[in-house]
């Protein structure tokens, strides 16, 4: 018996029918073994020790695994072909080897480009040893980010209270959205105007001509400042004679895009789907590790962690059958196009994101795939079938016209005609932000000495415009561009900003919150070096350096460990108003930004008592700006807040927001022992004060007097009910908002409802519970069969109290957080149960009848 370890169930179950009854399948589930949260776990004294500890959820199924191993003749490691496949099955070997479960069993390490069956016997085929160059990396990495967040991070808690943690790559990241919110912010517009001609040639077609040239001097961008100045050259253009000077045209050729790395799927399903990098990776996910076709599961396309842009010559082959059967031999270039990978270490250069099979249309699948999967699916393969196609083919054209009014004037009309579409039949890359297109244009026949006629003069004003905000796409562009992280981290490092608070995503943006921009100018200020862009790309080469086995990954660690923590013990007596000094100037733009028809300068002189100076502060509620003569000033106000919006804080951290209109009382916002509420008035006596609870999707620093009034109004009537009469109320709960008629209460997507929701909405949603039954663990209707497991039996998708959940009868699993649960699958659900199973949890309790 050889024994197989791979890291998903699913996959296990589908590798288990390829490999026969001679091989036995596991699921390691993901890793197994981690640096316990706590200090200690690397040790730099003892020449960086690593403490590891095995995963509680991972314990049963490893001692299952080392009980086959001990009786097996060969033990293969086949998780992830990745880095993080290449730890997890070092892991796996080092806990079984503790365990004394591998006396006599040959070791393998293999790895599946592809599940599919003949993707899987060749790797069974071709075993290797586990790369011990390849697990240095990831010890050399796992111990830097360790190092950096446990040594950081309680830095930022003592020096910038309010802060959650700092990590290697994760700051980096916040530096690039925070700098270019900052250069949003310097930003200033200016206005400048264009003039275009709108002609018509000789045989009638209207073309544009825009002015590019006043009295033999070249215009740039900005040349022409006022409207004046373009009245004055339009109103003379417009009794101007127009005469064609040359026209010259060029052919050019656009080459197809290569085929998918991790980080190009990622921008294009952005741009194009609208997923967000999560979401991407979730269904590729899926589509790699496969769905039943004509009975057996297959892998639909290939490993998708990858840096690399080649793809294997048989895959070539079969493309370049697609295009021939389907497009025709005028799209088939003579020769197939090799791309080769930037990827600066070879041993993570693998093949690109391709279909399996390429003869697999994305039309034959669709009907069997979730839509995600099918419309990622269709992408990857128009994608992976244009990168060999033939060039698309371009004449471009230029026309120079003269004009001669009181002054002379140059003006220029371009165009492009596709001569051949070639790969553009197929497919054309998205772009992040909308670009002036020449191609879009189209020039009528024009010959020099042609005069065309004019038809309109146009004089249009612009305004330069700040550079755009990242969106997920444009920063992991940004981020692969600088060479800051790998393809396996840039989703979980934007998770990670996003569930630190330190930004949100506005309309796909993502915008620095005002704890991730003090987070980063504390680090500038105080380890500037250690989120510099190029200092960050130099670590990750030398962690390249350590996977290809050029050099020690010790030495690697030994070397930062002695500059980083220099640095640290040089700031340990820093106070912490030093660093609001820091801050202030680094973010004196953003704190104090200037009035408005002012001299443009930062306003840092207090309002109220005119001789203090705003300065940053530290509060229960966060950071605000306060005068430099409190206690004698009192004047606060919010960040990003005007002067004219500045509610008082008291000594106790009490922020008056102001009176209620109804009632004269004073509204404040305070902080508890369960946290954040607004209250009405002060307690008389024993009565106590109306109170209510900041949701915690509200900002506590930032909350209004209109949004605390209207917090303190709940329960809110909704109406009464058509057919019983009961009132219903909206509010919110323990377990965030709802509507509640009776003893029914039915949840709110999002706590903004409780204060919108209507009548008809409200008996909609009330009645949609009623129908479903009670709830999790008490008979609550089945949003959804999954199917018939093997192991666990029936198994189905509920929506409980808590939220939605797979269950079996015996095991209740929820849904994990960011999941599309109707998007789970009998194999998705098989494996939660299975892990809360082997945690202990999720079993549903029974009553005891007494005798």
């Known amino acids: 018996m050889n024994v197989v370890v791979v890291e998903s169930p699913a996959k296990a179950k589908t590798i288990n029918k390829y490999l026969g009854g001679d091989y036995q399948v596991f699921a390691s589930y993901g890793h197994v073994r981690d640096l316990p949260a706590k200090d200690g776990s690397v040790d730099p004294d003892t020449d960086f020790a690593m403490k590891w500890t095995v995963d509680p959820k991972a314990q049963k199924r490893l001692n299952e695994i080392a009980a086959a191993a001990k009786d097996a003749d060969k033990l293969i490691l086949a998780t992830d072909p990745d880095r993080e496949g290449e730890a997890i099955s070092w892991h796996v070997l080092e806990v079984l080897r503790k365990k004394g479960a591998l006396k006599r069993a040959e070791i393998e390490r293999v790895v599946f480009n592809a599940i599919t069956k003949q993707a899987v016997l060749d790797a069974m085929s071709h075993p290797r040893q586990i790369d011990d160059s390849l697990v240095d990396a990831y010890l050399a990495r796992r111990a830097l980010d360790y190092l950096v967040g446990f040594t950081l991070s309680p830095v930022l808690w003592r020096k910038l209270p309010g802060a959650r943690s700092a990590g290697r790559v994760q700051s980096v990241a916040l530096k690039l959205v925070c700098d270019r919110e900052a250069e949003i912010e310097a930003f200033r517009s200016q206005e400048y105007w264009s003039i275009v001609a709108k002609l018509a040639a000789p045989g009638g077609e209207a073309f544009d001509a825009r ?217 054309q890359e998205g772009r992040d932000d909308a670009a002036d297109d020449d191609e879009a244009r189209r020039l009528p026949p024009l010959a020099a000495s042609d005069v065309p006629h004019k038809q309109a003069i146009e004089a249009n004003q612009h305004f330069t415009e700040p550079p755009p ?60 070096r250690y989120v510099q862009y190029d200092f960050t790309a130099a670590l990750e080469e030398r962690l390249d350096r350590i996977s290809a086995g050029d050099i020690d990954w010790k030495t690697v660690l030994r070397e930062f460990w002695q500059e980083f923590s220099g640095v640290v013990e040089g700031i340990s007596d820093l106070r912490v108003a030093q660093v609001l000094d820091a801050l202030n100037d680094i973010l004196q733009e953003h704190l104090f930004p200037p009035k408005e028809g002012g001299n443009g300068e930062v306003a840092r002189a207090c309002p109220s008592c005119e001789d203090g100076q705003l300065s940053l502060k530290i509060g229960k509620f966060g950071a605000f700006i306060g005068c430099s003569n409190y206690p004698e000033c009192r004047y606060t106000r919010q960040i990003g807040a005007s002067e004219d919006d500045a509610p008082a804080v008291g000594d106790d951290g009490v922020r008056e927001l102001g009176n209620d209109p109804d009632t004269g009382l004073m509204v404040t916002a305070r902080a508890g022992r369960f946290g954040p509420f607004v209250q009405l008035g002060e307690q008389q006596g024993k009565e106590k004060p109306k109170r209510s609870s900041i949701p915690k999707d509200f900002d506590a620093a930032a909350i209004d007097l209109e949004t605390a009034l209207k917090l303190l109004s709940l329960p809110r009537e909704v109406g009464a009910d058509p057919e019983s009469g009961e009132m219903i109320v909206a509010g919110i709960g323990r377990y965030g908002p709802f509507v509640n008629r009776g003893r029914t209460y039915a949840n709110l997507e999002t706590t903004a409802d409780v204060f919108t929701v209507g009548l ?81 949890g999720g079993k549903k309790r029974t009553r005891k009848r007494a005798s």
């Open 211 to 427: 002015l590019t040239a006043v009295a033999g001097d070249k215009l740039e961008k900005l040349s022409i400042g006022t409207g004046d100045e373009a009245e004055a050259i339009r109103a003379d253009l417009d009794g101007a004679s127009f005469s064609v000077t040359s026209v010259e045209s060029k052919p050019a050729k656009r080459n197809p895009f290569p085929p998918f790395t991790t980080s190009t799927l990622q921008q294009e399903a952005s741009r194009k789907l609208g997923f967000s990098s999560a979401r991407t990776m979730q269904t590729a996910q899926k589509l790699y590790e496969g769905v039943a076709l004509d009975g057996e599961t297959q892998g639909l396309i290939t490993y998708m962690r990858t840096d690399g842009v080649q793809i294997a010559p048989e895959a070539i082959s079969a493309t370049r059958d697609v295009i021939s059967g389907r497009y025709g031999e005028r799209y088939l270039p003579n020769a197939p196009r090799v791309y080769k990978s930037k990827a600066k270490n070879a041993q993570e250069a693998h093949e690109a994101i391709r279909p399996t099979e390429l003869s697999r249309l994305p039309e034959h699948v669709r009907n069997v795939l979730e839509p995600d999967m099918a419309r990622l699916y269709e992408l990857i393969w128009t994608r992976t079938v244009a990168s060999q196609m033939a060039s698309a083919e371009i004449e471009r054209t230029t026309a120079e016209i003269a004009a001669q009014g009181t002054r002379s004037y140059g003006l220029r009309a371009t165009g492009s005609v596709i001569r051949f579409d070639g790969f553009l039949k197929l497919y």
């Open 469 to 528: 905000r990242y969106t997920e796409a444009s920063l992991i562009k940004r981020m692969e561009e600088l060479g800051i992280g790998r393809p396996s981290t840039y989703t979980a490092t934007l998770q990670v900003l996003r569930d630190r608070d330190y930004v949100v995503i506005d309309k796909k943006r993502l915008v620095p919150e005002d704890k991730g921009r003090l987070v980063t100018a504390f680090l500038e200020s105080f380890f500037q």
């Open 760 to 840: 008809n909405r409200a008996v909609t949603l009330l009645a949609e519970k009623q129908n479903k039954g009670p709830g999790r663990g008490r008979g609550a209707a089945p949003l959804k069969t999954l199917g018939a497991h093997p192991e666990l039996g029936d198994i189905v998708l509920k929506d409980g109290r808590y939220g939605h959940y797979v269950t079996n009868g015996k095991v209740n699993a929820t849904i994990p957080r960011g999941t599309d649960p109707l998007g789970v699958d009998l194999e998705q659900a098989a494996a939660l149960i299975s892990a809360k199973a082997a945690s202990g």
